[in-house]
């Protein structure tokens, strides 16, 4: 079945440094969305990609949907202590299946 | 406009003791989501409704697990009898309809089987 997979599952970073994760799935997604978990918190949505080779930028968040459909970034400059928290993909397939999310990437930032 | 309401936020119980979980989502939204969330884990869907209808319920325990959304509004997920290793997060969400809407999610139920 659909696999969805993240690297890397944790991140550290000092502030101001840039933070990248990446998402693979093994087989062509419809969509890819991101969600964003705070500690303690719950998903929150972040953006939704669709087109091939896609790209959308969010203040300093960079979102890429891969020319294949199969692999997404997101990539954040100059990171804050507001950006802490676990960064989820989750990827969409034939029409009618459900969204399949990733473990995740935990992002911590140092001052 | 309310967020997606999920009840109790933390239960504690012994296992084999049956347990329920309520959700109410935001209104309009006719699509559903039960997902269990384990620790360092994300989401993993249990059941979607569409209206009252159960579209995909293939990863849903349906020997312990069962949900119902009678009028295509509220829903409850239950669990009986509760195993150690239903212990984790359950999250209700919800979208307008189709399965490709940004998903809304609510703060979820923490379950503790001892």
């Known amino acids: 079945g659909q696999q969805v997979m993240q690297i890397p599952q944790y991140q550290h970073v000092q502030e101001g440094e840039d933070f990248t994760t990446y998402c693979n799935s093994s087989t062509t997604l419809s969509n890819i969305q991101w969600y964003k978990q705070r500690p303690g918190g719950h998903p929150v949505f972040l953006i939704q990609l669709v087109k091939s080779g896609e790209v959308k930028k969010q203040k300093r968040l960079t979102f890429q949907f891969g020319e294949a459909k199969k692999n997404s970034s997101l990539h954040i400059t100059a990171t804050q202590t507001t950006d802490v928290g676990t960064y989820f993909c989750a990827g969409g397939g034939q029409a009618g299946t459900a969204l399949i999310f990733g473990k995740g990437t935990t992002l911590s930032v140092s001052s | 406009e309310a967020g997606v309401v999920q009840s109790p936020r933390y239960k504690i119980i012994e296992k084999k003791q049956p347990v329920a979980f309520w959700c109410n989502p935001i209104s309009g939204h006719n699509t559903l989501y039960w997902y269990l969330q384990n620790l360092g884990q994300g989401p993993e869907l249990l059941i979607r409704y569409e209206n009252e209808e159960a579209v995909d319920d293939s990863q849903l325990p349906k020997d312990r697990f069962s949900a119902e959304r009678l009028k295509g509004v509220d829903s409850t997920l239950k669990i009986q009898p509760a195993e150690l290793g239903d212990s984790a997060v359950y999250l209700c969400?919800?979208?307008?309809?189709?399965?490709?809407?940004?998903?809304?999610f609510g703060p979820g139920t923490r379950l503790t089987v001892l």
């Open positions: 969400a919800s979208s307008l309809s189709g399965d490709d809407n940004e998903q809304f």
